[in-house]
C-alpha cells in the first residue's frame, strides 16, 4: 500500500532551477514514525544509481553529494507526507531520472517511479 510518487521534472536550460516533490501514501502513523530516512537518488543512462541527497528524520540533518553541495536543498513538510528537492543553478550533469526513496528502521525500503530532469541548452 505505499506509494511514493515524484512529480516537478521537467526541461530546464543549464542554470535554472526545479523543485522535484515526493509524495508519500499508506503509511500508518507508526510506520511513518519510524522512518529513518528520506533521499533522493538519480541515475542518468548507463550509469549507476547515486545518492543526491538525504535527511535524517530523527534530527533533520541533511547530507548532500559532493557534486550538488551549495546548489540542492533537501526538505520535507510531515504534514503534508512530501519530500522536496530544491534545485539551483542546475548544470547539464544534472540530466538524469530522479528517484524518491524512504528508509525505515526495520528495514523497510521504497521506491517511486522517478521524474526525469532534463537541464540543456
Given amino acids: 500500500q505505499v506509494q511514493l510518487v515524484e512529480s516537478g521534472g521537467g526541461l530546464v536550460q543549464p542554470g535554472g532551477s526545479l523543485r522535484l516533490s515526493c509524495v508519500a501514501s499508506g503509511f500508518t502513523l507508526s510506520a511513518y514514525g519510524m522512518i529513518y530516512a528520506m533521499r533522493w537518488y538519480r541515475q542518468a543512462p548507463g550509469k549507476e544509481r547515486e545518492l543526491v541527497a538525504a535527511i535524517i528524520s530523527a534530527g533533520g540533518s541533511t547530507n548532500y553529494a559532493d557534486s550538488v553541495k551549495g546548489r540542492f536543498t533537501i526538505s520535507r513538510d510531515n504534514a503534508k507526507r ?33 521524474t526525469q530532469v532534463t537541464v540543456s541548452s
Fill in 82 to 114: 512530501t519530500l522536496y528537492l530544491q534545485m539551483e543553478s542546475l548544470k547539464p550533469e544534472d540530466t538524469a531520472v530522479y528517484f524518491c526513496n524512504v528508509v525505515q528502521m526495520l528495514g523497510g525500503d521504497y521506491w517511486g517511479q522517478g
